[in-house]
């Protein structure tokens, strides 16, 4: 399970071996050998030579970022990590892999009440009785006699302090992803790829503050990239490509004195916490909508949020 303690043994490196072999000897013979996949980028010069920045990306199936990140590596771009579900930590080997490849597990709080669950009763929760638990959590309930109804349930699964704790851990996972973000840019000079939508789809869905957040405490520089075609060649769970084509167009940097201007926090904030969430909302989601618009205006129509 990624849980604190996981984040704590998370060891980022300014270039990652395990990357290297994994291009060298995996991604190269199956993308130019074995398959021909053509990797295009369309406005190259959009990225910066000079800095390593945010990628911005839709996520369309659950491969979509290795071409690109072997495409920058040939390219000799600064090397990158990668914001992953803390799902794809579930099998242990795997996790071993992306944990050796520089890759930053973000756990979501659903992940976590999944996990809690199969831990006491040794089963997937069903999606009802997830719903209970997100929308206590959340505080999304308007009837008071549902809500306690439902809280009473939850307690009797999980105990008294459960809606509590999970509330706490959620919040110090993220402070450790906040950390390990802040270190990889700052520390480390890697570029950081995030999908701001949090999930994958084949249209654009709605994009999550956490890299408005990123961008809006770092200063860094977001470069959007519409990925186009990548389910095409990745079609199901096999890492193995498929021949074909994939066009990563590159829209224009945003920065804090461009597009975000509007939203510049000028104190200094926690990031990724609940306190800033609430207290800077209005900013984080404006800014994430402008993201998700130039990530929009990259996309093939198929691929375009309607």
Same mark, same amino acid.
């Given at each position: 399970?990624?849980?604190?303690?996981?984040?704590?043994?998370?060891?980022?490196?300014?270039?990652?071996?395990?990357?290297?072999?994994?291009?060298?000897?995996?991604?190269?013979?199956?993308?130019?050998?074995?398959?021909?996949?053509?990797?295009?980028?369309?406005?190259?010069?959009?990225?910066?030579?000079?800095?390593?920045?945010?990628?911005?990306?839709?996520?369309?199936?659950?491969?979509?970022?290795?071409?690109?990140?072997?495409?920058?590596?040939?390219?000799?771009?600064?090397?990158?990590?990668?914001?992953?579900?803390?799902?794809?930590?579930?099998?242990?080997?795997?996790?071993?892999?992306?944990?050796?490849?520089?890759?930053?597990?973000?756990?979501?709080?659903?992940?976590?009440?999944?996990? !809690?669950?199969?831990?006491?009763? $040794? +089963?997937?929760? &069903?999606? /009802?009785? *997830? @719903? %209970? !638990?997100?929308?206590?959590?959340? $505080? +999304?309930?308007? &009837?008071? /006699?549902? *809500? @306690? %109804?439902?809280?009473?349930?939850?307690?009797?699964?999980?105990? &008294?302090?459960?809606?509590?704790?999970?509330?706490?851990?959620?919040?110090?996972?993220?402070?450790?992803?906040?950390?390990?973000?802040?270190?990889?840019?700052?520390?480390?000079?890697?570029?950081?790829?995030?999908?701001?939508?949090?999930?994958?789809?084949?249209?654009?869905?709605?994009?999550?503050?956490?890299?408005?957040?990123?961008?809006?405490?770092?200063?860094?520089?977001?470069?959007?990239?519409?990925?186009?075609?990548?389910?095409?060649?990745?079609?199901?769970?096999?890492?193995?490509?498929?021949?074909?084509?994939?066009?990563?167009?590159?829209?224009?940097?945003?920065?804090?004195?461009?597009?975000?201007?509007?939203?510049?926090?000028?104190?200094?904030?926690?990031?990724?916490?609940?306190?800033?969430?609430?207290?800077?909302?209005?900013?984080?989601?404006?800014?994430?909508?402008?993201?998700?618009?130039?990530?929009?205006?990259?996309?093939?129509?198929?691929?375009?949020?309607?």
């Amino acid at each position: 399970m990624v849980d604190l303690e996981y984040l704590k043994n998370i060891r980022l490196v300014a270039e990652p071996t395990a990357q290297k072999i994994v291009a060298t000897l995996f991604l190269k013979p199956n993308y130019e050998i074995f398959r021909k996949l053509d990797i295009r980028f369309e406005n190259i010069e959009r990225i910066p030579r000079d800095e390593n920045v945010i990628f911005a990306m839709n996520h369309t199936d659950r491969f979509n970022y290795w071409p690109f990140q072997y495409k920058l590596w040939r390219l000799k771009f600064p090397f990158t990590t990668v914001w992953v579900k803390g799902k794809y930590y579930r099998n242990s080997l795997l996790a071993k892999g992306l944990d050796l490849c520089n890759l930053i597990p973000v756990p979501s709080m659903g992940y976590l009440i999944e996990e !809690f669950y199969k831990k006491r009763f $040794g +089963k997937l929760i &069903d999606r /009802e009785e *997830y @719903r %209970k !638990f997100r929308d206590i959590i959340d $505080g +999304k309930y308007e &009837d008071l /006699e549902a *809500y @306690r %109804k439902d809280l009473a349930e939850i307690t009797r699964l999980m105990g &008294d302090s459960f809606v509590d704790f999970i509330r706490d851990l959620y919040e110090k996972i993220m402070e450790k992803v906040a950390d390990l973000s802040l270190y990889a840019l700052f520390e480390k000079g890697l570029s950081v790829i995030i999908f701001p939508e949090g999930t994958r789809g084949s249209q654009l869905g709605e994009g999550r503050t956490g890299i408005a957040q990123v961008a809006l405490h770092t200063g860094k520089t977001i470069v959007p990239v519409g990925c186009n075609n990548s389910d095409a060649v990745y079609p199901g769970s096999s890492p193995v490509a498929q021949s074909g084509w994939i066009t990563y167009r590159i829209g224009e940097p945003i920065t804090l004195d461009n597009q975000l201007k509007a939203f510049r926090i000028s104190e200094k904030f926690r990031l990724l916490s609940r306190d800033s969430q609430q207290k800077y909302r209005e900013q984080f989601e404006g800014a994430t909508a402008v993201i998700m618009k130039a990530i929009n205006a990259q996309l093939d129509e198929k691929y375009r949020r309607g």
